[in-house]
């Protein structure tokens, strides 16, 4: 049983374009990170949401807790070619807790 | 912040023959570790993780092994390796903040 399902799971945009990525679950999470992983490195993480309803903004980038934070929203706004990447959002059930990762997005954005 | 330092980047190993994949850290003390292997352009599967020295807890059965020999290196390693053992390997460290892992820049390994 996957605890955090991404959507969708491919998505192939035009440079300037909008985008939002979902990540729900029926559980609550104490915590939901994004991680951004391009190809042949490790994930790198891009933001930390904490409280419900929470939403937290880096550039182009908005991040979403739900008001019962059983779900995370990402919006891109004008993507780019170089947000192109796979997005992975984890959780954790309780503070300290092992995280639990989506299967992520692939975005790619074209030129 | 923590470096999570991993190699090889590469591997390429026939069936059958063993495996030891090293990871260091640097910048934090007493971590919790953590191996992962990612399929292709899919999501983290947990394979083991460390809370000290000695101490492994493995969270799925399959054909691998992991040690922590020191503080800040963890191993993981096989005997004899299967076509399945296949895949991106990649090393993590609990942050602060609590609830993040920072990541290394992951091993490919090809079994052939």
């Known amino acids: 049983t996957q605890l955090l399902e991404q959507s969708p799971q491919f998505l192939s945009i035009q440079e300037g374009e909008n985008l939002t990525v979902y990540c729900n679950s029926s559980?609550?999470?104490?915590?939901l990170q994004w991680y951004r992983q391009e190809p042949g490195e490790g994930p790198v993480l891009l933001v930390t949401?904490?409280?419900?309803?929470e939403v937290k903004k880096l550039k182009r980038l908005t991040f979403q807790f739900g008001d019962a934070r059983k779900d995370s929203s990402l919006h891109i706004t004008a993507a780019q070619p170089g947000d192109t990447g796979l997005y992975l959002c984890?959780?954790?059930?309780?503070?300290?807790?092992?995280?639990?990762f989506g299967e992520g997005t692939q975005l790619t954005v074209n030129p | 912040s923590q470096t999570i330092h991993q190699w090889p980047a590469t591997l390429v190993q026939p069936v059958g023959s063993p495996l030891s994949l090293e990871c260091t850290v640097e910048?934090?003390?007493?971590?919790?570790l953590y191996w992962y292997r990612q399929a292709a352009g899919r999501g983290l599967q947990l394979l083991f993780y460390?809370?000290?020295?000695?101490?492994i807890s493995s969270e799925v059965p399959q054909n691998l092994s992991a040690s922590r020999p020191q503080d800040r290196q963890f191993i993981l390693s096989s005997k004899k390796l299967l076509l399945s053992d296949s895949g991106f390997y990649l090393c993590a460290c609990r942050g602060p903040p609590l609830d993040i892992q920072y990541f290394g820049a992951g091993t490919r390994l090809s079994v052939l």
């Open positions: 910048g934090t003390s007493n971590p919790n």
């Open positions: 949401v904490v409280t419900g309803g």
């Open positions: 984890a959780g954790a059930r309780t503070s300290g807790s092992r995280l639990t």
């Open positions: 460390s809370v000290g020295i000695g101490q």
């Open positions: 559980s609550v999470f104490s915590s």
